[in-house]
């Protein structure tokens, strides 16, 4: 066997820290926190460097495409709403700082239910067991009924479902995203994989209607996609689902000559995951535009950034 001997560091050749290019430096480092700082004044104080960077970037690419007449879309999946965001997304859709909204199935089931009864989210395990798992009576009937009634005026799913509730005597209408979308004459659409909603469970579902309908919203998305040029597109806890719509909606929209280059793309979730991370932010960008993901707990990101953004935006 060959041997070794320990490597003799006394000929290693040094230089001068002086010399040396840091990434670190005293300008960037974080400031305490003063009782009653504004929150302004507290992301401010945070250090310049990785995630800050990102969160900065965000905040002015969303202020900018407001000042400048461009889209905001939020595309999301449930979680956000099951976590009690519903306020923080209907307050910026009031503000015209969000535009547009695009969701999986799951969203319009769980809005409906705020808006309905004012609560939401069952306990899957339990229900499982029993077979009563997403067989709430109202849920189905009312949300199949909308689709196939708001079919019948030419809407898709998310126009439906909107007008149902912002026309209803619902107790907490004023809750709903989609409601609040119609109100404002928002485009809001629901992106759907027939069999993964508990609405599908229903005597009332209709494949037909249903898959007419999301279709009938994948081609308003990709007209709202088609106007993204120096805009935002924000993918907000969907894994699966938004970032493929996304992908195609874009492929569709550049096919017809629309120019949706000079884009930011966000992707906002706990974990990052395979295709928000190819199909919304590398894919997209990689010729021109900007992208970042955004790490963290829905509940605490998307709050924080609502109001750094309505900050900033005075």
Known sequence: MKKYKAVSLKRIKRYSIDERTSKISLDILSKPHAKGDALKTFISKLPDVLAVKDLNAVIKAVVDAK?????VVLGMGAHPIKVGLSHVIIDL????IVTAIATNGACIIHDFEISYIGRTSEDVGKGLHGGTFGMADETGRYLNRAIKEGLKKGCG????????????????????IFGNACKLDMPATVHVAIGTDIIHMHPEADGSAIGEGSF??????TSVISDLEGGVYINLGSAVIMPEVFLKALTIARNLGYK??????????????YRPRENVLKRP?????FSCALTGHHEIMLPLLAAAIIEESG
């Open 93 to 96: 859709m009031q503000r015209g």
């Open 285 to 289: 960008t990689e010729k021109k535009g």
């Open 67 to 71: 000042k400048n007449d461009r889209p």
């Open 216 to 221: 009938m919203d994948f081609k308003l998305f």
């Open 260 to 273: 949706v280059d000079n884009i930011t793309t966000v992707n906002m979730d706990f974990m990052q995951h």
């Open 157 to 176: 799913i998310g126009k439906s479902t909107g007008e149902m509730i912002y026309k209803s005597k619902f107790k907490f209408k004023d809750k709903s």
